[in-house]
């Protein structure tokens, strides 16, 4: 494996900070970034991220090849939990094998911010409908994880109020913002975003960075909470996402991606939800544990992902795309 | 002064709608609501520290009437079993304005 | 333990510093204010959303002496009476320090 | 009219993102801009279209222009709110006459801010002594909304604490801001100007966008309000806007402003308060409705003036100014 | 319903984790917080306008058994005789969910 | 003394910002900027002082210079707690002198970043070690502090909890962050500071002049208790920090340092905590009265130190460094 790039992601500002914020709680400073500054680093970064998606997509306009790659996103995020819960039933019961599962087939946003600026590191770019490909796997495995939920719990299984699933799911804040952000992106073109670019392009990576110091923190509170968990959650996060990094790569090849498309469809694969899942579970899914999935994608999957999965996935890549 | 029942719920923030629509549909006159709040119980720590409302409470409190406890602490009781919180009722005078 | 009246109230919070003013001009010996609070009434939901103080409230609570609260009634009535809210008076027990 | 005016505003990011707003709460998306986010952004906002008005202002210089264009903005100021009152008493008590009386003397800074975006895509300029307009312009309707209460209401009209009255009008963060901001401009001009240009220019229009997100989500949450203020309030708050416009238009030419010139201030007494006002007519007339006066202005005159008023009276100047 | 008592303490932010921990170790079922805080008492005013948790309170309340409240008063008094706040204790009934 | 100096910083937007803020508290404006928006501000502030002293000391390397004026810099945060409390001794109960001598051996970030921009002003350059200087001697007045409290208390003097003193002292949230901004700077180079620097950089001088609104209203705020204070607290919160500047200097001159460097460094020993010293002496001396420790610092020295210390200070190094 390539060395550098591992240790050139490492010493990116981003990476670095995640690493200050998890140094923080190890060492029990009392360095804090109170709420709602994280939402609203959220809530930007959401923003940029769809409007600057929004206007790439204005460029190269709606081709055969974005149909594919986003036909190819709403497969995976239909088959990814589905397999998770199949793997997850092994050990646990109904209710958390569902909610891991939706939590694993949906996507992590900032993973995905940070692959972006990973790849503007190598100079690689990437295709602006791949944000509109993470704005459309965000959802599904909410349904697919309540549906199996539905199906498989017995007794106390109450009937779901469907409406309000659904509405979870495909209408909550980040899915709402990054798909209207993308519409606006793609209304207003380049015009639009010269005129934005200033807000959501060349201050951004430093308010990634900010954001990743407060993900780290966070991240390394919640870790203390996956003992309960026992090893075989741990293994399935770090495993699982890069089985579906895999999948996601050869289907990459497949339909013909290029590499910058390809790393961000595996990350997107990769990733696990800590944002819109763990919502929408905690309120469809009442019996299963928040303390498994949060912490399993919160201070498992996202940092492997950022920190192992970005150059491992980028070196396969390059291997099959030469 | 007039004396009254104060109920005091605090639940996981992302069953707030649910409680607030409850009192709403039990026609009670008022409630207060605290929406930052954070603590610990059987379910283990709400920090409130997440990107979401995941592992954060909130508070309601409202003055009702005697016979009104009843009813809500029926309606209640299904969202705390699920999601876990505290109901608590006390005495109180109400300051007639 | 020493047997203490507790005075809650809640109000408008552009009326906030106004019941400031008038319990420290009562001389109560100290208060409790939060003041990102909302809530429902018969004036319609304060949710607290605006970007100015309209349609928001804030909670204050003084732990005060029997004769106190006849007082603190009389005073903060018109402020009530004016623009909403409400106030509580209930019994509790201070753990002198 | 100029479709193609109405249509390259409808399509401008600002715009889009207020409509972002509307349709998250009209789906019922539970997308939310915690507070203080918004209320960071507002002063942001005060805090940047000050200084840079004060930046104009030191360049421009004060001449015999700038005081003609105070002095009109101080009469409207103290006009508008007075037949607006007799207006209303129509099908009005007097308090609420007042108070929604003063709510339209008043101006509106953001819709003031869009419209200077609006301006800069068109390449026309406008003077900074224009800040200074809506800073003077801010205050004088809460003293004329309360003194009209004053004299009309009977019974239990209690002695106003105008010493009250009058720094709530006058020395209220907003107006404080803008005017401090604006002195402050004036004070260190182009040297300053260019210091602080990356936060208060550069990214000016990314936390406009930004914050009409949030605007539109808290309008349309206003609007359910307004079933109990009748037609005859939702009429009043699309006609009276556009008849201070052709006012302020007709005075505009009167005096030789110029067209950017023209516009703000048309935009100024078109615009109604949603910050201020309310805020000093809940303390000094509390028996009005605020239910009645912040949807008005916050659900119907904002989203009016920045979707059709702002092409409609640049349309109508354009034909005079021919 | 179960009578219990509802103990309440308002301290400077800084000791909230002095308290939390003091609580944690006298085994209460739960405890609620509200960190936001501000007031005035002896030690004048806390407006929580400071860049740190200095000039700030925070609050919180444990729904507890009678014979918890003596030990958790004991544990507390000397953070309250240290940096100040107010110890309430009431008696509420609790909704057994 | 040269008026130019004095009148072109008076004049700067960051210190007008700041009487802005004092001016809203005097004439009673309702301006506020809501918490947590102040500790945002706060934390952007040190993330991006530490980051780009970093990428700073990443291109200057740690040369014996640099070592020096760390030595240095160490020196004076043992020395000025130190002959500050015997001096405060004269008038005052231990408990009180020793916090307000730790709060004076300690530094003020804020006012070292105002310093910078002072600087940036004149085109005078500075180390980005003086920023390592910086997150070194923020710590050291702590301990002493406490030390001579300990020391000198009789009666009640109850055993101190030094692993919690140490950790207040050397991993609060300010210290930290700083220290693991500059050394991520110092990892990540020039790279990362071009990529963080439209965040970190351009608009930085923004952010402070927003950020000194804000300190100008919490300073004003506080100036109230200091009547408590009495003359001779308010004597030394002026006197005090003049004699640890000029101290400063002399060691700065024998040690060689470039005017930019002595000017950060008089700066450093002469600004007063009032972010990390306070929260640490509130809990490791709590008989200690913050209402004179927090306002001195605050509403006293710090105004001092900006308005009258930086050009004074300059002036002075000016005449020796000719
Ligand atoms: N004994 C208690 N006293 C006060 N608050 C409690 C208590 N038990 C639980 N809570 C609150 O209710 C929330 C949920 O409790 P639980 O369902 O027991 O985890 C906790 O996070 C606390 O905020
Ligand atoms: N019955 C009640 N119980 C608790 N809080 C109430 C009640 N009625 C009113 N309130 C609070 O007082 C505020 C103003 O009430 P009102 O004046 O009735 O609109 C409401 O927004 C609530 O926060
Ligand atoms: N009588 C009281 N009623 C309610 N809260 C109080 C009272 N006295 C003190 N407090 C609270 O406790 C904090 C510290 O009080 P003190 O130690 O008296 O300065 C104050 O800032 C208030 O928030
Ligand atoms: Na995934
Ligand atoms: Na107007
Ligand atoms: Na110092």
Chains 1, 4, 6 share one sequence.
Not at chain 1, 182 to 199: D, K, N, Q, R
Request: net charge neutral; glycine share 8%.
């Amino acid at each position: 494996m390539d060395t550098n790039l591992i240790l050139s992601n490492l010493l990116s500002p981003p990476i670095l900070f995640f690493f200050l914020g998890v140094l923080a709680v190890a060492v029990r400073s009392d360095l804090e970034i109170p709420q709602p500054i994280p939402k609203f680093l959220s809530l930007y970064l959401l923003f940029a991220i769809g409007f600057r998606g929004g206007t790439e997509l204005h460029e190269s306009g709606l081709t055969s090849e974005v149909g594919i790659a986003l036909a190819a996103a709403m497969a995976m995020a239909f088959l990814v939990p589905l397999y998770s819960f199949f793997i997850l039933r092994v050990k646990l019961p109904v209710a958390d094998a569902a909610a891991i599962a939706a939590t694993y087939g949906s996507i992590s946003a900032v993973t995905f911010i940070t692959a972006a600026s990973f790849l503007q590191r190598l100079d690689v770019g990437f295709g602006g409908h791949l944000v509109a490909a993470m704005a459309l796997m965000e959802s599904p495995a909410i349904v697919v994880g309540v549906l199996l939920y539905n199906i498989h719990a017995r007794g106390e299984r109450r009937g779901i109020a469907w409406g309000e699933v659904l509405r979870e799911a495909f209408l909550n804040g980040s899915v709402f913002l990054i798909l209207g952000s993308l519409m606006i992106g793609v209304l207003t073109g380049a015009e639009g975003a010269s005129a934005l670019a200033p807000f959501a392009e060349d201050i951004f990576k430093g308010m990634l960075a900010f954001f990743l110091l407060d993900m780290g923190l966070i991240a390394a509170r919640r870790l203390g909470d996956l003992r309960r968990g026992g090893l075989f959650l741990t293994l399935f996060a770090i495993v699982i996402p890069m089985v579906n990094a895999m999948a996601a790569i050869a289907i990459a090849n497949l339909i013909g991606m290029s590499r910058g498309d390809a790393l961000m469809f595996a990350v997107l694969c990769a990733s696990a939800s800590y944002i819109a899942v763990p919502a929408a579970m905690r309120l469809s899914i009442p019996d299963a544990n928040p303390s498994l999935y949060v912490p399993m994608s919160l201070a498992i999957t996202f940092p492997f992902n950022i920190v192992v999965g970005l150059p491992l996935y980028m070196q396969i890549i390059e291997l099959f795309w030469r | 002064m007039k004396p009254i029942k104060r109920v005091e719920i605090v639940t996981d923030s992302l069953e707030l709608k649910r409680v607030l629509h409850i009192l709403d549909e039990l026609g009670v006159s008022g409630y207060t609501v605290i929406r930052e709040v954070t603590g610990k119980g059987e379910r283990g720590t709400r920090a409130g520290d997440e990107l979401t409302d995941v592992f954060k409470n909130s508070y309601v409190m409202t003055a009702c009437g005697e016979d009104d406890v009843g009813r809500i602490a029926e309606a209640i009781r299904p969202v705390l079993q699920r999601t876990g919180g505290v109901c608590l009722v006390s005495d109180a005078q109400w300051i007639v304005h």
